[in-house]
């Protein structure tokens, strides 16, 4: 499993490498509208926005929630286990949420930010029950296991139930 986890972390860098490289056009720019944050978000598997203008992106990060906005500091965060948050409008009608696992966020100062992470689901894909299920057993599993891979091991799998768990009230 841990190889799995250096694999998993090296896909996500190089992904994270190739959306830094990459620079938007001057005509691309030249037709980006002011007080929007273009956002590109996706996995290895699908791209959930490309360079899509946006009203407001909330993501879980390891230091908490942040909301980004266009003309926001340039960031780059590390995400943990939890709900992005998509309002695509400034009336907040047209809001799209997505349960991803891990990844990392760049925030540039032209109002451009991109999302990178290791899988992106709908909230509709998640099964709550089942996770409110597991939770229990890999709590214990945390607590019975000594120090070391499994208990790490473990660990993850807990913050990423946790986190299903509480995506059901996002």
Known sequence: ?????????????RSIRQIARRSFSTAAAAERVKGKLYLKFSSP???????KPVHLVNIST???????HAEHVPTIAQ?????VMVQEDETG?????FFVPAGFTIINDDSTASISASEVMS????????????????????????????????????????????????
């Open 93 to 97: 009608s047209n809001v799209k949420k």
């Open 45 to 51: 598997y699908q791209t959930v926005y490309d360079d």
């Open 123 to 170: 909230l509709d894909e998640l099964d709550f029950a089942k996770a409110k299920s597991a939770l229990p057993e890999y709590q214990a599993k945390v607590n019975s296991l000594p120090d070391g891979k499994d208990k790490a091991e473990a660990q993850i799998a807990l913050e990423v139930i946790e986190a299903i768990t509480f995506a059901e009230t996002a």
């Open 79 to 83: 995400m943990r286990p939890g709900v």
């Open 1 to 13: 499993m841990r190889s799995n986890l250096w694999l998993l972390l090296g896909a996500m860098l």
């Open 62 to 68: 390891l230091t908490g929630v942040m909301g980004i």
